[in-house]
C-alpha cells in the first residue's frame, strides 16, 4: 500500500510482482482500499468499533488486493506494512486475518514517508531476486489529532523542535491543539516559509492552489474518502480561513 494514514481510519494493499531479478521490471497487478472513518466525528462507537480496528480494516485491504490482482494467498511470499500508531508487529497481526502467514514481514514506519519507505522496501525486495511476489499493506488507526505513542521517551522529533525555538519561533500550544500536534503544524509552516524566502516570487496563495487540488482529487474519490462528502472549498474559501500557522490554514491541514 502507499499509506494514507491521514487522521483517520483507512487501510490500501497494493501487490507488486517480478518475473526476473535486478535489472528486472516490477509491475502492480492489484490493489485494494476500504473507506476512511473519522474516529473523532460522527458516530463516535461505529468509529471506534471492533471492525474498524486496524486490524480488520487492514486484512479487508489485503484481501481486496488479492482479489484485484487474481492472485492466491500463497503466491504471496513476502509482505511489508506500512502504519504509525499502532504495536511493533500490527502488520502481521493485519495479514493474520486473510491467512498471510510463514513468510517475510516487514513493517515500516517513517510518519508521513511511511507509505512511500514501504513501496521502496518492496520494489527493492523484488529487485533483489529472492522474491517474485510482494504485498505492500498500508493502515492507520488514530485519534484526534496528532500524538506520540510514548511520552516517556525522548522524543523523535525533538530535534526538530528544538531548532525552531533555538530561532525564536513561538512554543506554545496552539487553540484546540496538543504541543505534539502544534510544533508539527509549525515544521510545515516554517518549510512552506523557507520556501518562499528562497523564491521571493513565490506567492502564498500558491499553499492554497495545492490544497484546492487535493480536495479536488479527494471529492472525486466518492467511495471512499471523507472529503468526497462535502463541497470542495474555494481557493479564496482555503485562504480565508482562520489561519493556524501562517501560511497554513485550517482547510490546508487535516479534512
Same mark, same amino acid.
Given at each position: 500500500?502507499?499509506?494514507?494514514?491521514?487522521?483517520?481510519?483507512?487501510?490500501?494493499?497494493? %501487490?507488486?510482482?517480478?518475473?526476473?531479478?535486478?535489472?528486472?521490471?516490477?509491475?502492480?497487478?492489484?490493489?485494494?482500499?476500504?473507506?476512511?472513518?473519522?474516529?473523532?466525528?460522527?458516530?463516535?462507537?461505529?468509529?471506534?468499533?471492533?471492525?474498524?480496528?486496524?486490524?480488520?480494516?487492514?486484512?479487508?485491504?489485503?484481501?481486496?488486493?488479492?482479489?484485484?490482482?487474481?492472485?492466491?494467498?500463497?503466491?504471496?511470499?513476502?509482505?511489508?506494512?506500512?502504519?504509525?500508531?499502532?504495536?511493533?508487529?500490527?502488520?502481521?497481526?493485519?495479514?493474520?486475518?486473510?491467512?498471510?502467514?510463514?513468510?517475510?514481514?516487514?513493517?515500516?514506519?517513517?510518519?508521513?514517508?511511511?507509505?512511500?519507505s514501504a513501496l521502496y522496501l518492496a520494489r527493492e525486495l523484488l529487485?533483489?531476486?529472492?522474491?517474485?511476489?510482494?504485498?505492500?499493506?498500508?493502515?492507520?488507526q488514530m485519534e484526534r489529532g496528532l500524538s506520540e505513542p510514548f511520552?516517556?521517551?525522548?522524543?523523535?522529533?525533538?530535534?526538530?523542535?528544538?531548532?525552531?525555538?533555538? %530561532?525564536?519561533?513561538?512554543?506554545?500550544? %496552539?487553540?484546540?491543539?496538543?504541543?505534539?500536534?502544534?510544533?508539527?503544524?509549525?515544521?510545515?509552516?516554517?518549510?512552506?516559509?523557507?520556501?518562499?524566502?528562497?523564491?521571493?516570487?513565490?506567492?502564498?496563495?500558491?499553499?492554497?492552489?495545492?490544497?484546492?487540488?487535493?480536495?479536488?482529487?479527494?471529492?472525486?474519490? %466518492?467511495?471512499?474518502?471523507?472529503?468526497?462528502?462535502?463541497?470542495?472549498?474555494?481557493?479564496?474559501?482555503?485562504?480565508?480561513?482562520?489561519?493556524?500557522?501562517?501560511?497554513?490554514?485550517?482547510?490546508?491541514?487535516?479534512?
Amino acid at each position: 500500500l502507499h499509506a494514507l494514514h491521514w487522521f483517520q481510519r483507512v487501510a490500501k494493499g497494493i %501487490l507488486w510482482y517480478t518475473a526476473m531479478a535486478a535489472s528486472a521490471r516490477t509491475f502492480v497487478l492489484g490493489s485494494g482500499v476500504v473507506p476512511f472513518v473519522r474516529p473523532a466525528g460522527g458516530d463516535p462507537e461505529s468509529a471506534h468499533s471492533p471492525e474498524h480496528s486496524y486490524a480488520r480494516t487492514g486484512a479487508a485491504a489485503a484481501a481486496a488486493a488479492l482479489a484485484d490482482a487474481h492472485v492466491p494467498f500463497g503466491a504471496v511470499d513476502a509482505a511489508v506494512c506500512s502504519y504509525c500508531y499502532a504495536g511493533p508487529t500490527a502488520g502481521q497481526a493485519a495479514l493474520a486475518g486473510v491467512g498471510l502467514g510463514g513468510i517475510p514481514v516487514f513493517n515500516t514506519n517513517n510518519n508521513c514517508s511511511s507509505g512511500s519507505s514501504a513501496l521502496y522496501l518492496a520494489r527493492e525486495l523484488l529487485r533483489g531476486g529472492r522474491h517474485q511476489c510482494v504485498l505492500v499493506l498500508g493502515f492507520e488507526q488514530m485519534e484526534r489529532g496528532l500524538s506520540e505513542p510514548f511520552p516517556d521517551k525522548p522524543s523523535p522529533t525533538a530535534v526538530q523542535g528544538e531548532s525552531m525555538r533555538r %530561532l525564536g519561533i513561538d512554543a506554545p500550544p %496552539l487553540p484546540r491543539q496538543n504541543q505534539f500536534t502544534s510544533d508539527i503544524l509549525r515544521v510545515f509552516a516554517e518549510a512552506a516559509n523557507e520556501y518562499v524566502r528562497a523564491h521571493p516570487d513565490t506567492d502564498h496563495g500558491v499553499f492554497a492552489e495545492i490544497a484546492h487540488k487535493n480536495r479536488t482529487h479527494g471529492a472525486a474519490n %466518492l467511495e471512499y474518502a471523507m472529503l468526497g462528502r462535502r463541497p470542495v472549498p474555494s481557493v479564496a474559501e482555503i485562504r480565508s480561513k482562520h489561519m493556524l500557522v501562517p501560511p497554513i490554514t485550517a482547510y490546508m491541514s487535516a479534512p
